[in-house]
């Protein structure tokens, strides 16, 4: 599978953004998508994660209520749509697929995913 990652940008503190997430290569509605992000001198931190179908869905703590995943498989696309953002959302943010289609799991560790897209930069100024 084949990720590409964009609609990153800057906004302000409690503005908006919409990520998206555009597959290609493999049957898309066969694999669970993640969000990753890595801030400056960091590690990659699990943001949230969507099922197969799009039934199921899992967030970190910290951004539940202010961001939502969601996909098109009709489209090939998943979405990360990001309200309430705060200077700390700031870093770049990654999509990833699944190691193995089919797999049943919403994972939150990055080992579990096999295929990354390229990263968007999100900037939140305060």
């Known amino acids: 599978v084949q990720l590409q990652a964009s609609g990153g940008g800057l906004v302000q503190a409690g503005g908006s953004l919409r990520l998206s997430c555009a597959a290609s290569g493999r049957t898309f509605s066969n694999y669970g998508i993640g969000w990753f992000r890595q801030a400056p001198e960091k590690e990659r931190e699990f943001v949230g994660a969507?099922?197969?179908?799009?039934?199921?869905?899992d967030y970190l703590d910290s951004v539940k209520g202010r961001f939502t995943i969601s996909r098109e498989n009709a489209k090939n696309t998943a979405y990360l749509q990001m309200n309430s953002l705060k200077p700390e959302d700031t870093a770049v943010y990654y999509c990833?697929?699944?190691?193995?289609?089919?797999?049943?799991?919403?994972?939150?560790?990055?080992?579990?995913?096999?295929?990354w897209g390229q990263g968007t930069q999100v900037t939140v100024s305060s």
């Open positions: 969507i099922s197969r179908g799009g039934g199921r869905t």
């Open positions: 990833a697929a699944d190691q193995a289609p089919r797999t049943a799991v919403l994972s939150r560790s990055s080992v579990a995913y096999g295929y």
